[in-house]
């Protein structure tokens, strides 16, 4: 009788086993497959972009007014950035790939830059017109390129995940078909040093080439490192720590550090720069108990966090609630001028309050004291260029960056409309609106701190 039970019971865990082993089985299937599917459709409109941004540019060769040629510029900058969207979504970031990336990016600030000034005043020059036709056999250049890789893709039944495999493993050869494919493209793109951007785009470049240098401090070993975390994070020292140094290719110098904290049983992940070990993003994964605090004391939390490693004069820009986790962006305060690149994202577990989520690299690579200038136009002047059916609630003045990266004054009012809450940016120079944010989540106004 015992024996009947026990193997009927045997026999039933063995079952319930095989079950569980099927079903994460089908889980797993199903993410790859996701994934793949994901990689697939982001190759296939990278191609579809690049086939119509070197039909675009062409066409640019063929005009002279301002009435067709701006628009086509414009659409020149919007396929260069939709192409970099799509190389964004593909597993490339263990490969470089940068050049051509930077170079679909000069592209885009080329093309905006001459798309928005005023043709009939300050025409295409020749310097300029020569740079489009020298883009224009680039671009064909890289858009044959893809299509060689895109071929091979679909004649061999190439999958994408066998391209992430092969750039984690560090042990085997990288002679995947679509890796040798994008690191042709790659080094064609880095011969084509002639071309002339002009001195705006140069001098934009080398802005974006200087951000690492903000990040000040004496470069830490290893070991300094870690106990630099562990007193930041307040951390027993026993704590198990793993360390790895991030790839020379990075977009910065850094140590990425894996916690497992016994005491409250969570695991942190997290990146500090060599320099100074100042937190870069930190992530803690725990399970999040029952609600205790409500939003307002959990951006207290948030508020006191930043002031006790002395990151001041932020106050909060957004804030929102995802099911038991409070949700910040804080931006520094210069003044009477918010500085919204100085930007700081902060989680806040709703149970006890601890810091399950930090993000500082907008703060650390753009933040330093701005010569902030007087607006050229009047609030009145800007407030015409606001939608007469928004209800303006709040206003002030704001640094933000536009399409180009630049950093520009605007004017910023915040109004609904439709029961809907915006905030419209308008350059405090010039009077184009820069900018219209849809505001989601709860906005809530606090003493700077």
Not at 18 to 42: F, P
Request: glycine residues 6%; contains cysteine.
């Amino acid at each position: 009788m015992i024996r009947s039970i026990l193997i009927g019971a045997l026999a039933i865990g063995v079952v319930g086993t095989s079950y569980w082993g099927y079903k994460e089985h089908q889980e797993k299937n199903a993410v790859l497959i996701n994934a793949e599917n994901t990689y697939q459709r982001a190759f296939h409109d990278l191609n579809f972009h690049m086939d119509a941004l070197e039909e675009k540019i062409g066409s640019t060769l063929a005009m002279n007014s301002r009435s067709s040629l701006s628009p086509a510029l414009a659409e020149v900058w919007r396929l260069t950035s939709e192409a970099q969207n799509d190389v964004g979504q593909l597993p490339l970031t263990l490969m470089p790939f940068n050049k051509t990336e930077e170079f679909l990016s000069n592209i885009g600030s080329f093309s905006y830059r001459v798309a928005v000034r005023d043709l009939d005043e300050k025409p295409l020059s020749e310097d300029e017109y020569e740079t489009l036709k020298k883009l224009h056999n680039h671009s064909n250049d890289i858009k044959n390129e893809l299509r060689k890789v895109q071929a091979m893709v679909i004649d061999h039944n190439l999958r994408w995940m066998d391209v992430e495999l092969a750039l984690a493993s560090e042990s085997e050869p990288q002679d995947n078909t679509i890796i040798d494919g994008f690191k042709t493209v790659d080094k064609q793109v880095e011969g084509y040093s002639e071309v002339n951007w002009g001195p705006e785009v140069n001098q934009l470049n080398e802005k974006k080439q200087n951000l690492s240098k903000n990040i000040e401090g004496e470069e830490l070993s290893e070991k300094e490192a870690k106990q630099h975390v562990l007193d930041f994070l307040d951390i027993d020292k026993n704590a198990s720590i793993d360390i790895t140094t991030t790839g020379k290719d990075s977009k910065y110098q850094a140590y990425s550090l894996s916690i497992e904290n016994p005491e409250n049983k969570s695991s942190v992940n997290l990146d500090v720069t060599k320099k100074g070990a100042k937190p870069i993003w930190i992530l803690m994964d725990r399970k999040i108990g029952k609600q205790k605090l409500s939003l307002n004391e959990a951006a207290n939390k948030a508020t006191n966090f930043l002031k006790e490693h002395d990151i001041t004069n932020m106050e909060i820009s957004e804030s929102s609630q995802y099911e038991r986790m409070g949700v910040f962006t804080f931006v520094y305060q210069q003044g009477d001028v918010t500085i919204y690149p100085d930007a700081v994202h902060i989680k806040v577990a709703l149970d006890n309050g601890d810091i399950t989520g930090y993000e500082s690299i907008e703060y650390l690579t753009n933040h330093h004291e701005r010569k902030v200038t007087d607006p050229t136009i009047s609030r009145n002047e800007a407030l015409e260029q606001v939608n007469p059916n928004v209800q303006i609630m709040e206003e002030g003045l704001g640094v933000i960056k536009n399409d180009l990266g630049e950093e520009v004054l605007c004017y910023e009012f915040m109004g609904t409309i439709e029961n809907e809450t915006y905030r419209i940016f308008v350059n405090a120079d010039t009077g184009r609106e820069e900018r219209v944010e849809k505001m989601d989540g709860t906005e809530m106004n606090y003493d700077t701190m």
